[in-house]
DNA sequence: CTGAAAGCGCTAACAG
DNA sequence: CTGTTAGCGCTTTCAG
């Protein structure tokens, strides 16, 4: 079995309350105490028992990260870029970590276990019944990429606006006057300030949008392609894309080679995400660098300070910046 | 304050003992009882508390994922899909799951709290002392995508040597003889593996493998290029390589671009893992699948089964198969 | 089928 | 600075 605060407290002749304090408040113990304690511990391997604790303390230190997205999957590369953020923070201040979406998270709810959760991560698109259910349970709540207008919550995203003028601004060095917009099905909020940040870029640069040029489509790279291949295929076509994620970027691409077009000699390319693909691509793609994992350790550290009634920021901002590559 | 078992008891009228039965045993409570039980219980808005209830088992059901490579970053591609699995499984299973790399392990170890975990998962390449440790201290280990001698422990592992198989009777098929091995810095367990799978799979086709066609570089897409460029550069040159990553394939691509010759025309190849930039390629690259998030959940399976003392099998091999697309 | 009572390992007053 | 003591919420014999 393994050793309890019992055995330390015997073999070291102290009480168990001295033991305790000899390991969570070793300032209040005397040095001497505090040596013969450890010592003890260390002889019978002695841990303290982190259950016993938070029982004892009436808290779980348990939070979640939970995921909203229709998609199967859970961990794509931006939102495992987040987790990975969420994960490293979490376990440096000794939180317990659930990570899960956001359906799994209903169809699991039944389950008693899971609502010791003390704070809860939302990382996209979220259900305002979803917010509603913890704000009524008392669990804190930290929003990621996204926010939501009605609930007056703390939310960590990226400088999206800045991140669409950099590129835009490239382009226009670059020497390109039509520059098309392509977009991937992405959350509300992330399309809302993507289109506004096109916009409101375009403008300050004195370059017109014609509505043709700005076209949705699916986030896969074939159905980009699609699209891409319908824009570039008139005479008078836009000599730069701005795609909204790597992965149109690379639709685009496809596209460009399909039509002959060189890269970035007829038709200049940027990304948004700087995922992986980007050094893959030939050339390789420029594209917009968000710090994922910061917005996870940042939403960690504010759900951390809003459990413990600090006050914190209402939303903030994680700067992007341009990884400049060969493609424009 | 949130309910407990008391309010529940003294609502319904019945004692604790039987509120408590009536979630964890609803088979040893009277019908009748029990849907008082539950009233009371939906009144109160009661949840049982799973850390007193964890306390009074005298268990944690908290289980640990370690990622052991060298790379700062403790998700990629292929770590998150069998994350993701191991996730899900765990989350099914009520299982507390902590995520994190061995490096990281070991520095947050001396903290206590770390140590409460009843099984833990290693993923890659664990080194032996930790695995030792692990055992000192009696916590059930399983192995995924490794294996080590000399330790009597389950793994989970995909079928490697069938992947390269595959692989190379497609190109076998598609008229190729001469077919290189390019290789990335994988663990050794990894390599080792593809390795010998490729040896014997150019054995059984009857073809030779020319000690010049089989080379080493690092994992990234421009070590893998240089290299390639080196590889088929010559007059003598081989018509297809198999590459051990889709990243290493696509750096071959890229030097393929570079001389000229066109994937799949001149230049056949393939890579492994069936990751998501198989389809941003273009020509999209034919792939081996393994299937990442199934090698997750067996691992939990086969940490739970060990957990509870079921003899568990000592080596799962999750097959693989062939994603065919344009490179070949 | 149900109840009483004794813990599980640790912490937090409250005294000394 | 240290010891005593009373819980934290739930499970589980052991009786009834």
Same mark, same amino acid.
């Given at each position: 079995?393994?050793?309890?605060?019992?055995?330390?407290?015997?073999?070291?002749?102290?009480?168990?309350?001295? /033991?305790?304090?000899?390991?969570?408040?070793?300032?209040?113990?005397?040095?001497?105490?505090?040596?013969?304690?450890?010592?003890?511990?260390?002889?019978?391997?002695?841990?303290?028992?982190?259950?016993?604790?938070?029982?004892?303390?009436?808290?779980?230190?348990?939070?979640?990260?939970?995921?909203?997205?229709?998609?199967?999957?859970?961990?794509?590369?931006?939102?495992?870029?987040?987790?990975?953020?969420?994960?490293?923070?979490?376990?440096?201040?000794?939180?317990?970590?659930?990570?899960?979406?956001?359906?799994?998270?209903?169809?699991?709810?039944?389950?008693?276990?899971?609502?010791?959760?003390?704070?809860?991560?939302?990382?996209?698109?979220?259900?305002?019944?979803?917010?509603?259910?913890?704000?009524?349970?008392?669990?804190?709540?930290?929003?990621?990429?996204?926010?939501?207008? $009605?609930?007056?919550?703390?939310?960590?995203?990226?400088?999206?606006?800045?991140?669409?003028?950099?590129?835009?601004?490239?382009?226009?060095?670059?020497?390109?006057?039509?520059?098309?917009?392509?977009?991937?099905?992405?959350?509300?909020?992330? /399309?809302?300030?993507?289109?506004?940040?096109?916009?409101?870029?375009?403008?300050?640069?004195?370059?017109?949008?014609?509505?043709?040029?700005?076209?949705?489509?699916?986030?896969?790279?074939?159905?980009?392609?699609?699209?891409?291949?319908?824009?570039?295929?008139?005479?008078?076509?836009?000599?730069?894309?701005?795609?909204?994620?790597?992965?149109?970027?690379?639709?685009?691409?496809?596209?460009?080679?399909?039509?002959?077009?060189?890269?970035? $000699?007829?038709?200049?390319?940027?990304?948004?995400?700087?995922?992986?693909?980007?050094?893959?691509?030939?050339?390789?793609?420029?594209?917009?660098?968000?710090?994922?994992?910061?917005?996870?350790?940042?939403? /960690?550290?504010?759900?951390?300070?809003?459990?413990?009634? /600090?006050?914190?920021?209402?939303?903030?901002?994680?700067?992007?910046?341009?990884?400049?590559?060969?493609?424009?």
């Amino acid at each position: 079995m393994k050793a309890t605060i019992y055995d330390v407290s015997r073999l070291s002749g102290v009480s168990t309350a001295t /033991v305790s304090r000899a390991f969570s408040a070793p300032g209040q113990v005397k040095e001497d105490t505090r040596r013969r304690v450890y010592e003890a511990a260390s002889a019978l391997k002695y841990t303290p028992n982190a259950i016993a604790r938070d029982m004892a303390l009436q808290r779980s230190n348990r939070i979640a990260y939970l995921i909203c997205k229709r998609q199967a999957t859970i961990l794509d590369e931006f939102y495992a870029g987040i987790c990975e953020g969420i994960m490293r923070r979490a376990n440096a201040l000794n939180l317990q970590l659930i990570v899960s979406t956001a359906d799994d998270w209903r169809q699991m709810a039944v389950n008693a276990q899971s609502k010791q959760v003390e704070g809860v991560i939302l990382g996209g698109d979220a259900a305002p019944e979803l917010v509603s259910e913890f704000q009524a349970r008392n669990t804190f709540i930290v929003l990621v990429n996204n926010r939501m207008r $009605g609930f007056d919550l703390p939310c960590v995203v990226a400088d999206e606006r800045e991140g669409i003028r950099l590129a835009a601004q490239r382009l226009h060095a670059a020497g390109h006057r039509r520059i098309a917009l392509m977009m991937g099905g992405y959350s509300p909020y992330i /399309v809302g300030e993507r289109y506004a940040g096109f916009i409101e870029a375009m403008a300050s640069l004195g370059l017109p949008v014609s509505d043709a040029d700005v076209t949705m489509c699916d986030r896969s790279a074939a159905s980009a392609a699609m699209s891409a291949m319908k824009l570039l295929s008139g005479p008078d076509r836009p000599t730069a894309v701005l795609a909204v994620s790597d992965v149109v970027a690379a639709g685009v691409m496809k596209a460009a080679r399909r039509l002959g077009l060189s890269v970035p $000699g007829q038709l200049a390319v940027t990304g948004y995400d700087d995922s992986a693909i980007c050094n893959l691509l030939e050339p390789e793609l420029t594209s917009v660098h968000v710090d994922v994992r910061r917005m996870g350790e940042t939403a /960690v550290d504010l759900l951390r300070q809003g459990m413990d009634g /600090v006050q914190t920021p209402r939303i903030t901002v994680i700067p992007t910046r341009l990884a400049e590559r060969g493609t424009v």
